[in-house]
Nanobody
Framework: QVQLVESGGGLVQTGGSLRLSCAAS????????MGWYRQAPGKQRELVAV???????NYADSVKGRFTISRGNAKNTVYLQMNSLKPEDTAIYYC????????WGKGTLVTVSS
């Protein structure tokens, strides 16, 4: 059974930084694309950033220049470095692994206080 587990969320003040991590288990194949989505209260889940196995990245306009996505040396790991955090970044952040189907983690809460 494939599982994605996120970590690194927490409470931070405006302007602070957090680093999210995601690791997958239970699979022998490598995800071509991994990424991060987020869902704020009362809003739909939205793309934050994705990265392919070749290193191509795509970011939401709202996080460009502040967030950096990267893949780890271990198979099926992905990170999200979040700098200059704003209250509007407050959300549950979900890890995504795209194989033949999409696999999602359960999420990690990021709260940015003003």
């Amino acid at each position: 059974q494939v599982q994605l587990v996120e970590s690194g969320g927490g409470l931070v003040q405006t302007g602070g930084s957090l680093r999210l991590s995601c690791a997958a288990s239970g699979t022998i194949f490598s995800f071509n694309t991994m990424g991060w989505y987020r869902q704020a209260p009362g809003k739909q889940r939205e793309l934050v950033a994705v990265i392919t196995s070749s290193g191509r990245t795509n970011y939401a306009d709202s996080v460009k220049g502040r967030f950096t996505i990267s893949r780890g040396n271990a198979k099926n790991t992905v990170y999200l470095q979040m700098n200059s955090l704003k209250p509007e970044d407050t959300a549950i952040y979900y890890c995504l692994g795209k194989g033949g189907v999409d696999y999602w983690g359960k999420g990690t809460l990021v709260t940015v206080s003003s």
